[in-house]
């Protein structure tokens, strides 16, 4: 149980197009969803909770139009980078709760997106 | 400060021998303690939760101490399949994550 994919899990595109991730928990409802970036033998880094029907959280620092969250179902979530750089080239990462009270979050595969 | 902080490592092992590491945290306020293994380029994948009267799971061992705020895993006689990046998590309503610590666990 507590299956999480993302799609695409790879994702090449030109400076200044949008990309559009999405994640969505497979066998249950999550009514919260992170989504996170990774940078090459970095930490995680908590980018935005996602909340289903609400508006979605931002850390200190990630730009909100930027970064587009869209958390229309309580299966689903995406993440539209838009007018992507070079610098936005990263593993951004989602994970969900599997149920209300929970902590454990379960983390989809990853998308890597590699912008030229 | 950090949220989380581990020693990044990397840490060099031969198999059979114990490790340990410990991550501090730096929100007292911190409820949720979980360590997660990540191996190269692949997502983080939950090993165990962390509570507060310690828990065990097979060769893995786990402990939190919030006095001092820091938890703790231990690995028994370490097998070649160890070898990964293992990261804790703290939170409250959100986890934050440590750098992760390197494990590689030499023949």
């Known amino acids: 149980g507590a299956v999480v994919s993302q799609h695409p899990s790879r994702v090449i595109c030109k400076s200044g197009t949008s990309v559009k991730i999405e994640c969505r928990s497979l066998?249950?409802?999550?009514?919260?969803m992170f989504w996170y970036r990774q940078f090459p033998k970095k930490s995680l880094m908590l980018m935005a909770t996602?909340?289903?029907?609400?508006?979605?959280?931002?850390e200190q620092g990630v730009e909100k139009d930027k970064f587009l969250i869209n958390h229309a179902s309580l299966t689903l979530s995406t993440l539209t980078v838009t007018s992507a750089h070079p610098e936005d080239s990263s593993f951004y990462i989602c994970?969900?709760?599997?149920?209300?009270?929970?902590?454990?979050?379960?983390f989809g595969p990853g998308t890597r997106l590699t912008v030229t | 400060r950090k949220e989380v902080e581990q020693d990044p490592g990397p840490f060099n092992v031969p198999e059979g021998a114990t490790v340990a590491f410990n991550c501090t945290y730096s929100?007292?306020?911190?409820?949720?303690f979980f360590w997660y293994r990540q191996d190269c380029r692949k997502e983080p994948k939950l090993l165990m939760s962390?509570?507060?009267s310690g828990n065990e799971d097979g060769r893995f061992t786990a402990q939190l101490n919030r006095a001092s705020q820091y938890i703790s895993l231990l690995i028994r006689d370490s097998k070649l399949s160890d070898s990964a990046t293992y990261l804790c998590?703290?939170?409250?309503?959100?986890?934050?994550f440590g750098t992760g610590t390197r494990l590689t666990v030499i023949p």
């Open positions: 929100n007292s306020a911190s409820q949720s």
């Open positions: 066998d249950f409802q999550a009514t919260t």
């Open positions: 994970s969900a709760l599997p149920a209300a009270g929970a902590y454990e979050q379960y």
């Open positions: 996602s909340n289903e029907g609400s508006k979605a959280t931002y």
């Open positions: 962390v509570y507060s």
């Open positions: 998590g703290a939170g409250a309503n959100n986890l934050f």
